[in-house]
């Protein structure tokens, strides 16, 4: 158990760029999440999957952003044409179901510091 | 929908002295809810998960309890020390694969 990983853990863009995110959740969790947090504030939930089937997306996902998970181990996370409040911490996160045999524990990855000058 | 506050945003104690930090949450039908710490550019550690089944959870001189009827949840440090300063999280979740709502954090500053 390695824990979950993310890359990169800094990302500075131009506006308009699009950039990419992955996230490796540990190896038997079948759910995976992903955040936001800007400074001083508590992460925000975009979107999460369950194996390979995304359930759920928040308002805060815009067209502009796609993420994907297509084989229910790693995710990415896309943001096209980055605008300069897409500029946050992109955090990740994975548990297990109790179904197998997991207690839903949420386990974070150390994120993706997004910077789009 | 659920919202979930943590007062103070800031606290500053000496060393040894124990620690007191606040969750309310709007909803009570909660599933569990989860306490994390996260340092200046760091991801988030998590400290302590409470089923809604439970009352407390403890962790060597970390104790949580919760209080599902009057939405709220307290972490408790004891003989607090240097290493403890970083904002601690708490966070509920509602349903089983749901996701997590997180409060504001607090910032905790232990002075040597």
């Known amino acids: 158990?390695?824990?979950?990983?993310?890359?990169?853990?800094?990302?500075?863009?131009?506006?308009?760029?699009?950039?990419?995110?992955?996230?490796?959740?540990?190896?038997?969790?079948?759910?995976?999440?992903?955040?936001?947090?800007?400074?001083?504030?508590?992460?925000?939930?975009?979107?999460?999957?369950?194996?390979?089937?995304?359930?759920?997306?928040?308002?805060?996902?815009?067209d502009r952003f796609s993420a994907e998970r297509p084989k229910g181990s790693f995710s990415t996370l896309e943001i096209q044409r980055t605008e300069q409040g897409d500029s946050a911490m992109y955090l990740c996160a994975s548990s297990l179901d109790r179904a197998r045999g997991g207690n839903t524990e949420a386990f974070f990855g150390q994120g993706t510091r997004l910077t789009v000058v | 929908k659920q919202e979930v506050t943590q007062i103070p945003a800031a606290l500053s104690v000496p060393e040894g002295e124990n620690l007191v930090l606040n969750c309310s949450f709007t909803d009570s039908a909660i599933y569990n809810l989860q306490w994390f710490r996260q340092d200046p550019g760091k991801g988030l550690t998590s400290l302590l998960l409470i089923q809604s089944s439970q009352r407390e959870q403890t962790s060597g001189r970390l104790n949580a309890s919760l209080d599902k009827s009057s939405g709220r949840?307290?972490?408790?440090?004891?003989?607090s020390q240097p290493g403890d300063s970083a904002t601690y999280l708490c966070a509920v979740k509602i349903a089983a694969g749901n996701k997590l709502t997180f409060g504001g954090g607090t910032r905790v500053l232990v002075k040597p």
Do not use: M
């Open chain 2, 73 to 79: 949840s307290t972490l408790y440090i004891a003989a």
């Open chain 1, 1 to 62: 158990d390695t824990g979950v990983s993310q890359n990169p853990r800094h990302k500075i863009t131009k506006r308009g760029q699009n950039v990419t995110f992955r996230c490796d959740p540990i190896s038997e969790h079948n759910r995976l999440y992903w955040y936001r947090q800007t400074l001083g504030q508590g992460p925000e939930f975009l979107t999460y999957f369950q194996n390979e089937a995304q359930l759920e997306k928040s308002r805060l996902l815009s």
